[in-house]
C-alpha cells in the first residue's frame, strides 16, 4: 500500500510524532509517499503525491486535516486524520493510538463521506472565483468595519435580509465549527444540507437557515463599497467582496473521504470533544 504522509511540521507535537508513524507504517509494509518540503505545508504538497498514493495521513490539528482532505477529494482519495492539535475532531486517530495502522493496512476500516461545499464569487463583468469549503464559508467584515447587511435569497425568492457582523454557510460537518460557537445547531454529519448562521445580527429575530441539500443560495452585501467586506473559506482562503459581487453557494459534486478506524458513534465523539470539554 502506498500512503502518502502530509504533517503540519509547524504544529506543536507533529515533529516529534512523524518518525513514529514513518516507523510504524514501515514496520507494517507501506511505501511511504512524503512532500519534499514538509515544513513549506500546505504548498509543499503537489498533487502527483495524492494521484500516487492509495491512502493519505494527515498529521496535525482539524485545519490541517481539513485542507488535506479537500486536496485529496479531488483525487477520490481516502484521508486519516491523526490528531496533533487541541480538539481533532475531524481526526481518526489520537497519537498514542498508532497501534491501529495495522488496520489501515489490512483493510479493517469504513470510509465515511463528508459533503463540501462550491462557493463562487461572481461579478457583473463575467469574473468568478471558484472556491470549496469542507467546513464552512464566511462572508464578515473587517475589523475596522461597521455592521454589513446581507441580501438573502435563492432560484426563486428573496429570503431575508440581515444587517450582521458576517454570515456563516456551513457544511454539517461545519456544524460543529464556527457556526456553532455562533449559536447554530449541530447537525449529523450523515445528513445532507446547507446551514446558514448569522454572525452577531441586529434583529431579535435572526436565527439559524437549514436548506436542502440541492438548494443555491445567494447572498450579496449592500453597502460593501463603504465597508470592508472578506469572504474566507475554512480560514484559509479570503477575498475581498465588494457590493456589485454575488456569492454563489451550493453542494460540491465531490466529497471528502474520512477513514474510520475506530466505529465510535458521532455523538459519542461530540460529548467527549465538544460537550464535556472544559
Known amino acids: 500500500m502506498k500512503v502518502a504522509l502530509i504533517a503540519n511540521e509547524k504544529a506543536s507535537g507533529v515533529s516529534a510524532l512523524i518518525d513514529h508513524v514513518r516507523v510504524a507504517l514501515k514496520k507494517l509494509g507501506a511505501q511511504i ?26 498529521l496535525g490539528g482539524d485545519g490541517t486535516i481539513i485542507h488535506t482532505a479537500k486536496h485529496a ?12 492539535g487541541n480538539l481533532g475532531f475531524m481526526a481518526g486517530l489520537e497519537m498514542d493510538e498508532l497501534s491501529h495502522l495495522s488496520d489501515l493496512m489490512e483493510g479493517r476500516y469504513s470510509i465515511e463521506r463528508r459533503m463540501m461545499l462550491d462557493v463562487k464569487v461572481c461579478s457583473p463583468k463575467g469574473k468568478e472565483i471558484c472556491l470549496c469549503a469542507l467546513n464552512e464559508a464566511v462572508i464578515s467584515r473587517g475589523s475596522l468595519s461597521r455592521m454589513v447587511e446581507f441580501e438573502l435569497f435563492n432560484e426563486r425568492e428573496h429570503i431575508l435580509t440581515y444587517r450582521a457582523d458576517g454570515i456563516i454557510v456551513a457544511t454539517p460537518t461545519g456544524s460543529t465549527a464556527y457556526s456553532l460557537s455562533a449559536g447554530g445547531p449541530i447537525i449529523d454529519p450523515a445528513v445532507s444540507c446547507l446551514l446558514l448562521t448569522p454572525i452577531c445580527a441586529h434583529s431579535l429575530h435572526a436565527r439559524s437557515y437549514i436548506f436542502g441539500e440541492d438548494s443555491q443560495i445567494y447572498l450579496r452585501t449592500k453597502n460593501a463599497d463603504t465597508h470592508e467586506v472578506f469572504l474566507t473559506v475554512d480560514g484559509e482562503e479570503g477575498v475581498q467582496i465588494t457590493a456589485d459581487d454575488t456569492i454563489k453557494i451550493k453542494r460540491s459534486e465531490i466529497f471528502a473521504n474520512l477513514i474510520i478506524i475506530k466505529q465510535t458513534p458521532f455523538y459519542q465523539v461530540l460529548n467527549r470533544k465538544l460537550i464535556s470539554r472544559r
Not at 35 to 54: C, E, R, Y
Not at 73 to 84: E, M, Q, T, W, Y
Open 33 to 58: 509517499l512524503i512532500p519534499s518540503d514538509q515544513l513549506g505545508f500546505p504548498a509543499s504538497v503537489t498533487d502527483d503525491i495524492f494521484d500516487s498514493a492509495d491512502v493519505v495521513i494527515a
Open 73 to 84: 477529494a479531488r483525487f477520490k482519495k481516502p484521508v486519516l486524520g491523526i490528531n496533533c
